[in-house]
């Protein structure tokens, strides 16, 4: 069903074509000019942009939606309570150890990664995950399916469909200022890829500025099928 979510994203997406230009009439000593002028301010903001960085890592670590243990992970998973965006699991972990609850993942379609200790720990910090960590979603997911026959259900009237496929999106404040123009603009759904892009996390969340709570959002196996 998802991968044929995917197909008919393509094939709304085929009706509508957009086109932008863009052009830049400064000439070279003009920005010579500009770039002179604002060396000394950068010299200046350097040792605070350091710390800036430093703190937005640690957001975008956004371990306050993170749940931690093999035993902790799977009891989410059983009661269903709460959205889980992906399942982190160690290269070196023992599998069979592990089955029932690749198992449920595999059976609620949460995608599991396998990641070597380093990137593991370096996004953990301290906590004692042991091999296992799940990313708790901060908003749900609309279901593929029916959001696209929503989107089709308006082919044809006053309100045309308008939906947006983002892929390979991996900056969480990038996606979520693509969210909260995507509400300005009048988009009727997202569809996100599930691998190697961003989720509904709560730095998205926070960035969106409250445009997940009108834009629909759903996940697909991949956008270009």
Request: charge should be neutral.
């Given at each position: 069903?998802?991968?044929?979510?995917?197909?008919?994203?393509?094939?709304?997406?085929?009706?509508?074509?957009?086109?932008?230009?863009?052009?830049?009439?400064?000439?070279?000593?003009?920005?010579?000019?500009?770039?002179?002028?604002?060396?000394?301010?950068?010299?200046?903001?350097?040792?605070?942009?350091?710390?800036?960085?430093?703190?937005?890592?640690?957001?975008?670590?956004?371990?306050?939606?993170?749940?931690?243990?093999?035993?902790?992970?799977?009891?989410?998973?059983?009661?269903?309570?709460?959205?889980?965006?992906?399942?982190?699991?160690?290269?070196?972990?023992?599998?069979?150890?592990?089955?029932?609850?690749?198992?449920?993942?595999?059976e609620k379609?949460?995608?599991?990664?396998?990641?070597?200790?380093?990137?593991?720990?370096?996004?953990?910090?301290?906590?004692?995950?042991?091999?296992?960590?799940?990313?708790?979603?901060?908003?749900?997911?609309?279901?593929?399916?029916?959001?696209?026959?929503?989107?089709?259900?308006?082919?044809?009237?006053?309100?045309?469909?308008?939906?947006?496929?983002?892929?390979?999106?991996?900056?969480?404040?990038?996606?979520?200022?693509?969210?909260?123009?995507?509400?300005?603009?009048?988009?009727?759904?997202?569809?996100?890829a599930e691998?190697?892009?961003?989720?509904?996390?709560?730095?998205?969340?926070?960035?969106?500025?409250?445009?997940?709570?009108?834009?629909?959002?759903?996940?697909?196996?991949?956008?270009?099928?």
């Open positions: 069903m998802v991968h044929d979510a995917g197909d008919a994203v393509e094939r709304l997406a085929s009706r509508t074509a957009w086109e932008a230009d863009c052009g830049n009439d400064d000439d070279e000593e003009q920005r010579s000019s500009i770039h002179t002028l604002l060396a000394p301010a950068v010299l200046l903001q350097s040792k605070p942009m350091t710390s800036n960085r430093r703190k937005r890592a640690a957001d975008d670590a956004d371990l306050t939606n993170t749940i931690y243990g093999p035993n902790a992970v799977l009891e989410a998973l059983r009661a269903g309570r709460r959205q889980i965006e992906t399942i982190t699991i160690l290269e070196s972990a023992r599998m069979e150890r592990l089955k029932p609850l690749i198992d449920l993942a595999r379609g949460v995608p599991v990664h396998r990641v070597p200790r380093l990137d593991l720990d370096r996004t953990l910090g301290d906590v004692r995950h042991q091999g296992v960590a799940a990313r708790i979603a901060a908003a749900r997911y609309a279901d593929a399916d029916r959001l696209l026959d929503q989107l089709e259900s308006r082919l044809g009237t006053d309100d045309p469909p308008l939906a947006l496929g983002l892929d390979g999106i991996e900056d969480p404040r990038n996606m979520g200022s693509i969210l909260r123009t995507a509400e300005c603009a009048g988009v009727h759904g997202v569809f996100i691998r190697r892009a961003v989720g509904l996390t709560s730095v998205v969340a926070k960035v969106a500025a409250g445009a997940l709570e009108y834009v629909p959002v759903a996940r697909v196996t991949n956008l270009v099928r």
